[in-house]
């Protein structure tokens, strides 16, 4: 037997696995089952809940009613790892900006040696017929500028560094 | 009706393509879709009789490719070309080019799109006609100088709006002189890199505004009735999100001024066939026209709900050349209609679009829900067109049950794969400032941020903790033969952290 650790909106719930089954602590009753390729369905005392689940990189993203979520599904050896390797929520940066999806750079407001804000605008993106701005997830100084105004990216290139 | 038609092309993609079809279908018209190459695997293709390849994934080398795709209505021989909205919907040489290789154009005459299509234009056009404008510039503003003259005689704020076009681009709200010739030039150049030409006109800018639009249709013979209202004020960026008929602040009085007025602003420009007058409409519910869209709206199907019509059978009925089977006092509304367009955007990463590949798609059904979408389960949202999957379109006998329908409809509402802005629009519907009528074009901007949104409930956080502890032990399988299933942690929750 062994447990998971799942997280959902910042709270922990436990669920124990054995032979395949899966408990929820503290509510051994509920059950689930896959009724379609990511579609689950929940009974919990009764309660019936429908939950889409899809796995996205690392974690999950459930849907429940008009309302998304991203949900971290752990195990004791797994959290460890990561405390240990130091990664986690901890200290994820992120230094490299890349291009969400094929666009047009219409603006860069920053140079190399500038310091932001978190928040602040870096580069304004042009796609699907509208202007995206792409904003600093934390503060920092821009180390490097590799686009310009007027340059046509590709998903996932590299537009700038930020330390 | 007396149809002749037999076969139309559509000259567009997506939900409206299919829109447009399935009343060419519903009429025995034969129907010819266009695509791209980005377009090839979309149901607009598969749901038409016949299908054409015109271009390469942009716009501007397809779905703009105006010899292309007349070439390919002749080859095809359709009698007819329906524009859709967006695109060449209003394009006067398009319209033009139609008529001259023989063919009808689903639409207005190319003079009265021309006269629309220039806003400083149709202003004077309208103004001419008796319609209420807001104090404005009678023509493109020269330079900073007369511009600055303008904002001393009639105060600030003052909006800077481009003279070729709409959806926001090349406009700006002015508060002071200072601030007066950065904005100007800026929206010069906005303007002239979004239209082509940067010329820019002044109008005073109204602060608590709604948008209210009525439809109008008319025929070759001097016949113009109006459909009623449509209330878009709920806006993000200028695009709409949730559309409505009837509006809240709507008398039966207003409306048969406002129907009347917007009837007048049409004849104003000869107009033929189905088109939107746009108002601003101020808290003393002054109106002001704002523009005339001279096409199809997207939000369409509102109006269609409320009075029981086909607006696309009627295009094509008047576009024939046939007179409106009805007057203006044979039109009765009934009930209460909402649409949300529900776009692949992430409401909270700045509403940048998410492109990819649907992964899950479960529309909304049951009583009184319309869903008009142009993307399947499977399909990808492509990066070179619009962002919007579906309209969902709610009808009941009052507002109250039409926003608890379209509730309803959002929370059943599955798709995956890309993020949407269903919470957006669950957010917009059940707040209570919107379900108590108040609200104009600035609500979204001063009541919308992505930490409002709401969370899960905490039988929802449990259901799901436990669907995914079992989608997670679930993925690892299937193990190989002999093993049971416990080897699932070292082979898939290690690599957690891997990147995608």
């Given amino acids: ?163 | 009706m007396n149809l002749r038609l037999r076969k139309v092309l559509i000259a567009n993609r997506g939900e409206i393509a299919i829109r447009v079809m399935r009343t060419c279908r519903e009429l025995g018209i034969r129907t010819v879709a266009v695509y791209s190459d980005a377009d090839r695997n979309m149901p607009h293709v598969a749901r038409a009789d016949e299908a054409y390849r015109i271009g390469p994934p942009p716009s501007r080398e397809s779905y703009l490719q105006m010899e292309t795709i007349i070439d390919v209505a002749r080859r095809a021989g359709a009698d007819a070309i329906h524009p859709g909205y967006g695109f060449l919907s209003e394009n006067a040489r398009f319209a033009e080019m139609v008529a001259g290789a023989g063919l009808l154009f689903v639409g207005p005459p190319a003079r009265s799109i021309a006269a629309m299509g220039d806003k400083t234009e149709a202003r004077r056009l309208v103004q001419a006609a008796g319609v209420p404008t807001l104090p404005g510039t009678s023509g493109p503003v020269g330079s900073e100088a007369d511009g600055m003259a303008f904002c001393a005689l009639h105060g600030f704020p003052v909006l800077i709006k481009a003279a070729a076009g709409g959806g926001g681009k090349g406009m700006r709200v002015v508060r002071s002189m200072e601030e007066f010739a950065t904005s100007f030039r800026a929206a010069q150049s906005e303007a002239l890199s979004a239209f082509g030409d940067g010329r820019v006109f002044l109008e005073k800018f109204l602060e608590n505004t709604r948008h209210i639009e009525f439809q109008i249709l008319a025929d070759a013979f001097g016949s113009t009735v109006h459909l009623g209202e449509r209330e878009c004020s709920i806006q993000r960026r200028h695009q709409k999100v949730v559309e409505e008929s009837p509006s809240v602040v709507m008398t039966e009085e207003l409306r048969e001024e406002m129907g009347r007025t917007a009837v007048m602003a049409a004849k104003a420009c000869g107009y033929v066939n189905a088109g939107t007058i746009e108002f601003l409409v101020d808290e003393d519910l002054h109106y002001y026209f704002l523009e005339m869209n001279t096409r199809l709206q997207v939000e369409h199907p509102v109006t269609e709900l409320c009075t029981g019509l086909d607006l696309v059978a009627l295009q094509l009925h008047v576009a024939q050349g046939n007179p409106l089977p009805f007057r203006q006092e044979e039109i009765a509304f009934r009930g209460h209609a909402i649409e949300c367009r529900i776009c692949a955007e992430d409401v909270e990463n700045n509403f940048m679009p998410s492109t990819g590949k649907i992964l899950h798609l479960r529309p909304a059904q049951g009583p009184g829900i319309r869903e008009d979408r142009g993307v399947e389960e499977g399909g990808e949202i492509p990066v070179f067109y619009d962002s919007m999957i579906s309209k969902l379109v709610a009808w009941a006998p009052g507002r109250g049950e039409a926003l608890r329908k379209m509730e309803r409809a959002l929370e059943e509402y599955e798709i995956t794969g890309v993020k949407t802005n269903i919470p957006l629009c669950l957010f917009v519907i059940r707040h209570p400032e919107f379900a108590a009528g108040r609200f104009s074009t600035r609500f979204l901007g001063e009541n919308f941020s992505p930490d409002r949104l709401p969370g899960f409930s905490e039988i929802q956080q449990k259901a799901i903790a436990l669907a995914c502890a079992l989608a997670a032990t679930r993925t690892a399988t299937p193990a190989p033969a002999g093993r049971d299933g416990r080897d699932w942690k070292s082979a898939r929750l290690l690599n957690l952290r891997g990147k995608p």
């Fill in chain 1, 1 to 163: 037997m062994s447990a998971v650790l799942v997280t959902v909106q910042g709270r922990e719930h436990v669920v124990e696995v054995e032979n395949g089954r899966c408990i929820l602590q503290g509510n051994p009753d509920a059950s689930a089952v896959e009724i379609a390729p990511g579609v689950f369905s929940v009974i919990i005392n009764g309660i019936s809940v429908r939950v889409l689940a899809s796995r996205q990189g690392e974690s999950f993203t459930a849907h429940c009613e008009g309302v998304v979520g991203e949900v971290l599904v752990e195990t004791e050896r797994t959290r460890l790892l990561k405390r240990y390797a130091g990664v986690g929520d901890v200290v994820a940066r992120k230094t490299e900006i890349y291009a969400p999806m094929p666009a047009l750079i219409v603006k860069v407001e920053v140079k190399a040696g500038d310091s932001v804000e978190k928040g602040q605008g870096l580069v304004i993106l042009e796609a699907m017929k509208m202007e995206n701005e792409l904003k600093a997830t934390h503060a920092g100084v821009v180390k490097k500028v590799l686009v310009e105004k007027g340059m046509k990216v590709e998903k996932g290139e590299l537009l700038l560094l930020l330390e």
